[in-house]
């Protein structure tokens, strides 16, 4: 077998240096710290900014390949998962490595259970949100306020508390989702139903209205159920990698959380599903749709929305499903008007040679957005029910990242490009700058 190492010359000293790969194909940034033009030297960095092409940790939780399509969660594949499995089953997957038995699932759903209520101070505290304010913000401030209810989850390394808290924010979320929701409505909150399912008791604190009991439609359950086990995690996206940052400080799981939902509501992340609705809107009918992929491929307005994936070059697994799960929705709901113009956007672009030849596929916003809509969702709350998803990923990638020996805090390195060292001159002093520009060359 070939050496699995790599030797580097430099020339600026025309020394060489044997660096080991190690994984198959990776090699330790560190290692080129000991190419030196001298002792004193700092050593060579890489720089590689949004982590295009460097691994930040090495993780057993979610496996991708992108060029065929593939995403599994602990080598279970999506479509098994999605077709058979809970979501807090595959919760159960994520967070601890394995499926359960029926004995471990029935204790792990009773200890989520016994967790789905918050503390009344947290129902007043989101009362204290605007009429107007949007869920996601009002997610994100209320995880964050959960660590002073919760002082105890700063022992993130004692196990058991790392547990407790996994229980608590799994059976919280939603909790908390839903009374954002019902705030933005003005509508009293409704405490959880722990004769429902997971999924159910979402939507009936979302929906319930005067009725004693609110019986969830099983289609819609299931749909949203399918929905969650889609979004449960995928690797090292921008919000895991939030998660793992700011709990690499060994801050409490509920603050770290807060950190990874604020990703999530970047238009980037959590938002494209909406962008594809707005898209959709502005399209408008399926005869228009010619003309419109004409202008995505100029590039004159925007891009095709829920179209393309850094990491898929192929059909994103998860988008089958949104498909899928489009039809059975809209069986209950009728029909969203906008699938036709969605049906035939995805028709045409997979025959394009544009979209073809840079391996641009439907992506899982391209439905999902459409399929919430006809659920009643507003826009607002998109990003809402990705954050419930994800939550069980963010805590299964936060505790490997605690676990895990090689992890410190996270602190990249910079290459220093400003200013020269300079003299302080006192204010009375200082020259006038010529020109706006010169005063604030490098402000926000
Ligand atoms: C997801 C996305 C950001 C990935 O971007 P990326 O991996 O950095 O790919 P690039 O931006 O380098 O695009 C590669 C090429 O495909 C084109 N392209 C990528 N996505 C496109 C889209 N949705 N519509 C039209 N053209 C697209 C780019 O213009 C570029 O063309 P060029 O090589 O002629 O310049 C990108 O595909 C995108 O903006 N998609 C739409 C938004 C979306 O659905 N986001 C949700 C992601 S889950």
Redesign the pocket.
């Known amino acids: 077998m070939a050496k699995q190492s790599l030797t580097i010359t430099d020339n600026r000293t025309s020394k060489q240096y044997e660096i080991p790969i190690e994984e198959g194909g990776v090699i330790r940034a560190a290692a080129l710290r000991d190419i030196k033009l001298n002792p004193n030297d700092f050593g060579l960095m890489s720089y590689d900014p949004a982590f295009i092409n460097t691994a930040s940790c090495k993780s057993r939780i979610t496996f991708i390949d992108g060029d065929r399509g593939i995403l599994r969660y602990r080598g279970y594949a999506i479509e098994d998962l999605a077709e058979k499995s809970s979501y807090l089953e595959t919760a159960y997957l994520i967070v601890k490595g394995e499926l359960p038995n029926l004995k471990h699932f029935k204790t792990w759903e009773h200890n989520i259970k016994v967790h789905t209520m918050v503390h009344e101070n947290i129902k007043k505290f989101m009362e204290g949100f605007r009429y107007d304010a949007h869920p996601m913000g009002m997610l994100v401030g209320t995880v964050g306020a959960m660590s002073t209810f919760y002082p105890d989850a700063k022992n993130i390394e004692d196990l058991e508390s790392r547990r407790l808290q996994t229980r608590r924010l799994i059976g919280k979320i939603p909790t908390i989702a839903a009374y954002a929701y019902r705030h933005t409505r003005g509508l009293p909150y409704v405490y959880p139903d722990n004769e429902l399912s997971y999924t159910g008791n979402f939507l009936s604190m979302l929906f319930k209205m005067t009725e004693l009991k609110y019986e969830p439609d099983p289609i819609l359950e299931r749909a949203l159920d399918v929905l969650f086990i889609l979004h449960a995690d995928h690797e090292q996206n921008c919000s895991a990698n939030a998660m793992r940052a700011i709990g690499s400080s060994k801050v409490d799981p509920y603050s770290a959380t807060a950190g990874a939902i604020a990703a999530l509501f970047g238009p980037?992340h959590g938002g494209?599903n909406e962008?594809?609705v707005r898209m959709l809107m502005e399209i408008g009918s399926v005869e228009k749709v010619p003309a419109a992929v004409k202008s995505?491929?100029e590039?004159n307005s925007r891009?095709?929305?829920?179209?393309?994936?850094?990491v898929y070059k192929n059909y994103d697994p998860r988008a089958r499903f949104g498909k899928k799960l489009a039809s059975e929705v809209f069986k209950v709901t009728g029909e969203n008007p906008l699938i036709k113009v969605a049906l035939e956007l995805e028709r045409i672009a997979l025959e394009d040679d544009?979209?073809v030849a840079?391996k641009?596929y439907p992506?899982?916003?391209f439905y999902t957005g459409l399929i919430y809509q006809a659920m009643g969702f507003p826009m607002t709350m998109f990003p809402v029910l990705f954050a419930i998803a994800r939550t069980s990923g963010w805590l299964a990638q936060w505790a490997e990242m605690v676990r895990d020996p090689e992890q410190k805090i996270a602190r990249p390195r910079q290459i220093f490009i400003g200013s020269a060292p300079r003299d302080y001159i006192k204010m009375d002093h200082r020259p006038e700058p010529e020109s706006r520009e010169e005063r604030v060359s490098d402000s926000i």
């Open positions: 980037l494209a962008d594809v995505f491929k590039g891009r095709l929305m829920g179209f393309g994936h850094r544009y979209f840079r641009l992506n899982v916003d």
